[in-house]
Protein backbone atom coordinates (compact mmCIF):
# COMPACT_ATOMS: atom_id res chain seq x y z
CA UNK A 1 0.00 0.00 0.00
CA UNK A 2 1.36 3.57 -0.88
CA UNK A 3 1.14 6.06 1.75
CA UNK A 4 0.21 9.67 0.21
CA UNK A 5 0.93 12.72 1.73
CA UNK A 6 -0.29 16.10 -0.17
CA UNK A 7 0.45 19.80 1.10
CA UNK A 8 0.11 23.12 -0.55
CA UNK A 9 -3.64 23.80 0.00
CA UNK A 10 -4.77 27.55 1.12
CA UNK A 11 -7.19 30.40 0.40
CA UNK A 12 -6.58 32.17 -2.62
CA UNK A 13 -8.09 35.16 -4.11
CA UNK A 14 -9.61 34.31 -7.80
CA UNK A 15 -6.86 34.89 -10.12
CA UNK A 16 -4.10 33.05 -7.68
CA UNK A 17 -1.97 30.04 -8.27
CA UNK A 18 -1.26 27.52 -5.78
CA UNK A 19 1.03 23.95 -6.52
CA UNK A 20 -0.24 21.67 -4.12
CA UNK A 21 2.70 18.38 -3.84
CA UNK A 22 1.84 14.98 -3.36
CA UNK A 23 4.58 13.00 -1.73
CA UNK A 24 4.86 9.17 -2.30
CA UNK A 25 6.25 6.50 -0.17
CA UNK A 26 6.83 4.34 -2.82
CA UNK A 27 10.74 4.41 -3.82
CA UNK A 28 10.11 3.47 -7.81
CA UNK A 29 7.68 6.25 -8.54
CA UNK A 30 8.20 5.88 -12.09
CA UNK A 31 6.00 2.81 -12.26
CA UNK A 32 3.25 4.30 -10.50
CA UNK A 33 0.26 6.17 -12.16
CA UNK A 34 -0.42 9.48 -9.75
CA UNK A 35 -3.61 12.00 -9.68
CA UNK A 36 -5.20 13.87 -8.76
CA UNK A 37 -8.82 14.26 -8.12
CA UNK A 38 -11.21 16.72 -6.00
CA UNK A 39 -14.87 16.66 -4.49
CA UNK A 40 -16.78 19.47 -3.30
CA UNK A 41 -19.85 18.78 -0.87
CA UNK A 42 -22.81 16.91 -1.83
CA UNK A 43 -20.64 16.17 -5.28
CA UNK A 44 -18.71 12.76 -6.25
CA UNK A 45 -15.11 12.78 -6.70
CA UNK A 46 -14.09 13.94 -10.19
CA UNK A 47 -10.37 13.68 -11.70
CA UNK A 48 -8.56 16.50 -12.17
CA UNK A 49 -5.19 14.96 -13.88
CA UNK A 50 -2.80 11.90 -13.80
CA UNK A 51 0.74 11.59 -14.77
CA UNK A 52 2.99 8.56 -15.22
CA UNK A 53 6.14 9.85 -13.44
CA UNK A 54 8.27 7.12 -15.51
CA UNK A 55 7.55 8.86 -19.04
CA UNK A 56 6.25 12.35 -17.61
CA UNK A 57 2.99 11.49 -19.69
CA UNK A 58 -0.06 13.21 -18.46
CA UNK A 59 -3.94 13.21 -18.58
CA UNK A 60 -6.01 16.29 -17.86
CA UNK A 61 -9.92 16.47 -17.30
CA UNK A 62 -11.11 19.52 -20.00
CA UNK A 63 -12.38 21.56 -16.99
CA UNK A 64 -8.75 22.26 -16.01
CA UNK A 65 -6.72 21.42 -18.74
CA UNK A 66 -5.00 24.92 -19.91
CA UNK A 67 -5.02 26.31 -16.56
CA UNK A 68 -3.37 23.24 -14.50
CA UNK A 69 -0.27 21.66 -14.80
CA UNK A 70 1.20 18.46 -13.58
CA UNK A 71 4.75 18.00 -13.27
CA UNK A 72 6.85 15.55 -11.09
CA UNK A 73 10.12 15.32 -9.28
CA UNK A 74 11.17 11.05 -9.41
CA UNK A 75 14.26 11.57 -6.95
CA UNK A 76 11.73 13.54 -4.32
CA UNK A 77 8.96 11.18 -5.17
CA UNK A 78 6.73 13.98 -5.61
CA UNK A 79 4.41 15.22 -8.11
CA UNK A 80 3.25 18.63 -7.88
CA UNK A 81 0.00 20.34 -9.18
CA UNK A 82 -0.22 23.82 -10.21
CA UNK A 83 -3.20 25.18 -10.07
CA UNK A 84 -3.49 29.13 -11.95
CA UNK A 85 -6.31 31.52 -12.75
CA UNK A 86 -7.68 29.77 -10.15
CA UNK A 87 -11.82 31.00 -9.27
CA UNK A 88 -14.03 29.88 -6.46
CA UNK A 89 -15.07 26.82 -8.61
CA UNK A 90 -12.22 25.53 -7.89
CA UNK A 91 -12.66 25.53 -3.98
CA UNK A 92 -12.80 21.88 -2.93
CA UNK A 93 -11.00 19.17 -1.44
CA UNK A 94 -8.06 17.63 -3.78
CA UNK A 95 -6.71 14.21 -3.30
CA UNK A 96 -3.75 12.86 -4.16
CA UNK A 97 -4.56 9.18 -5.34
CA UNK A 98 -2.23 6.17 -6.90
CA UNK A 99 -2.36 2.98 -9.11
CA UNK A 100 0.41 1.21 -9.25
CA UNK A 101 -1.11 -1.75 -11.65
CA UNK A 102 -2.83 0.98 -14.12
CA UNK A 103 0.01 0.91 -16.73
CA UNK A 104 0.92 4.27 -18.84
CA UNK A 105 -1.92 3.77 -20.91
CA UNK A 106 -4.49 3.72 -18.88
CA UNK A 107 -2.89 6.54 -16.76
CA UNK A 108 -2.54 8.93 -19.48
CA UNK A 109 -5.70 8.19 -20.83
CA UNK A 110 -7.28 8.85 -17.42
CA UNK A 111 -8.94 5.42 -17.44
CA UNK A 112 -7.95 4.01 -14.06
CA UNK A 113 -9.00 3.89 -10.49
CA UNK A 114 -6.83 4.25 -7.84
CA UNK A 115 -5.67 1.85 -4.87
CA UNK A 116 -4.89 4.57 -2.73
CA UNK A 117 -5.57 8.04 -1.48
CA UNK A 118 -3.91 10.76 0.42
CA UNK A 119 -5.79 12.24 3.28
CA UNK A 120 -7.10 15.56 1.22
CA UNK A 121 -5.82 18.86 1.00
CA UNK A 122 -8.43 22.22 1.07
CA UNK A 123 -8.40 24.73 -1.28
CA UNK A 124 -10.35 27.48 -0.80
CA UNK A 125 -10.88 30.36 -3.41
CA UNK A 126 -12.70 33.95 -2.66
CA UNK A 127 -14.09 35.96 -5.22
Known amino acids: QLQLEESGGGSVQAGGSLRLSCTSS????????IGWFRQTPGKEREMVAS????????YYADSWRGRFTLSRDNIKRTVYLEMTSLNPEDTATYYC????????????????????WGQGTQVAVSS
Open 51 to 58: IYPGSGAT
Open 97 to 116: AAANNAGPDRCVSGSWTPND
Open 26 to 33: VWRLSKVC
